[in-house]
């Protein structure tokens, strides 16, 4: 099995290009973007791939109840707003509070990244990025919140592009031991390289 920091990475691959679809749409705005057909359903089916894939991590990757459990959870709700915009943009579904399965996703994915880490923020690198994680994704929640409110804002929808972005930087960093800001729990092992 692969270290956990390399499931992360493949993960942070796939946001980063799910993030950059979502800045991309923003910039050129969402009539530009569906001209395309096959653009509507491209993040949209990242994020259900996303989502799929994180159920082999469930099963193989997971070391207790409590992980096992908040990778579930993260399934679910990856695959949920994922679905929920391949239904959008096929026109499937058009009432527009369907768009709110996407700050919910959000939500529920900080908090379980936030729930399962159990050590302090500076225990290991690996803590600080589950939890600056959860936190990125809990405030990302809100922006994804205001955007069915405000579907023309670029900025907003700018914002959640650039919140995925982020949280793949976040996830590139991880080691599963190493110190962060120079400080490394005695209690964590024995740092990598």
């Known amino acids: 099995m692969p270290p956990p920091e390399h499931v992360h990475w493949w993960f942070a691959t796939g946001l980063l290009l799910l993030g950059l679809c979502m800045l ?14 096959w653009r509507r359903y491209l993040w949209p089916g990242l994020l259900f791939a996303l989502g799929i894939a994180l159920w ?22 990856t695959m ?3 679905a929920v915009g391949l239904a959008l943009a096929a026109g499937k579904l058009r009432h527009p509070l369907w768009s709110l399965t996407m700050p919910l996703a959000l939500a529920v ?18 803590a600080f990025v589950h939890h600056m994680s959860g936190w990125v994704l809990l405030g ?10 405000r579907p023309r804002s670029a900025a907003l ?22 110190p962060v800001f120079g400080h490394l729990s005695p209690e964590a092992g024995v740092p990598h390289r």
Not at 24 to 37: E, H, K, P, Q, Y
Not at 140 to 149: D, G, H, N, R, Y
């Open 56 to 77: 082999p991590v469930t099963v193989f990757f997971t070391s207790s109840t409590m992980h096992t459990i908040a990778h579930a959870v993260w399934a679910q709700v």
């Open 140 to 149: 990302s929640s809100l922006v994804a919140l205001a955007l069915p409110f």
């Open 109 to 126: 994915s900080g908090a379980a990244f936030l729930v399962h880490e159990q050590n302090g923020w500076l225990f290991s690198r690996s």
């Open 157 to 178: 929808a700018a914002a959640l592009g650039l919140t995925f972005v982020v949280l793949a930087v976040v996830l590139y960093a991880d080691r599963d031991v190493a």
């Open 24 to 37: 991309a749409r923003a910039i050129v705005g969402a009539d530009v973007w569906d001209r395309r057909r």
């Open 80 to 82: 949920l707003a994922g």
